[in-house]
């Protein structure tokens, strides 16, 4: 087995021809005729998933955020990219055509909140839609995704009606409120800015933030779990490290 054979595994998951034009997927770092007999796969390319992939012997990351973006300009001695060249340990990452694909981000974090009737928006590859199986106010629901996604520091608005369909897209999809159609009653995304947050208001949406990492990390075991059954004799592990360096700071307690 070849580095090649897992990105073929990984496109048949996710079609690389299905990612944003400025997106920068597939075969990132090494070469596809390297050998591969285990596999590491996590959200993000840090310097403690690398190191975690020295340790276990992974010589490929399969992740979904793209390690190389054209924001890259040097190679330095202490840079991740440069760690992982040095190691021989190849990357392929899968980033919006992981989040468009059936069963890829988007449609796992909807069945993670546990919504019914999962559907796509109409003319949307990325927003997914669903039902509660009872209304929920927004608080009850804020509630219930912060603590189906583990994420703590969600945050959301109450516009004063019950919750009953769903609008999701997981990481920086903030800008898909403005394609949602009227029957949604709250929107989920990773991350915001305040304008956002105003328009959600007006627009009487119960707009939930609920982390980058949070809303998209869902879907690394679906990912370790599918390769698995695709790649037999490779072990594919999956990363220990988190990658959402973020803490909640109380004030009460403080």
């Not at 973006?69 to 991740?80: E, H």
């Amino acid at each position: 087995m070849n580095v090649r054979d897992v990105l073929d595994a990984v496109n048949e998951i996710a079609p690389f021809e299905l990612a944003e034009p400025w997106d920068n997927t597939g075969l990132l770092l090494g070469s596809g005729d390297a050998p591969v007999t285990k596999v590491l796969t996590a959200l993000d390319v840090t310097g403690p998933v690398a190191d975690e992939a020295a340790d276990i012997g992974a010589e490929l990351i399969v992740t979904h955020h793209p390690i190389i973006y054209p924001s890259l300009k040097s190679i330095s001695g202490g840079s991740v990219v440069y760690k992982l060249i040095r190691a021989g340990i190849s990357v392929i990452c899968a980033h919006t055509n992981l989040d468009k694909t059936g069963g890829g981000v988007n449609d796992t974090l909807v069945a993670v909140l546990g919504l019914a009737d999962i559907r796509p928006l109409p003319g949307n590859d990325l927003v997914r839609l669903g039902e509660l199986g009872k209304p929920l106010s927004p608080r009850g629901f804020a509630k219930l995704a912060a603590e189906k996604l583990s994420a703590p520091g969600a945050r959301y608005n109450d516009p004063g009606k019950p919750i009953r369909t769903v609008a999701v897209c997981g990481g920086s999809g903030a800008e898909q409120l403005y394609a949602l159609p009227g029957t949604a009653d709250a929107f989920l995304t990773g991350e915001s800015k305040h304008r956002i947050w105003l328009d959600a208001a007006r627009l009487g949406i119960c707009y939930i933030e609920a982390g980058h990492f949070h809303t998209e990390n869902v879907i690394i075991p679906v990912l370790a779990k599918r390769l698995r059954g695709m790649l037999a004799g490779v072990e594919i592990a999956q990363s220990e490290s988190c990658t959402d360096f973020t803490e909640i700071l109380s004030l009460t307690n403080s």
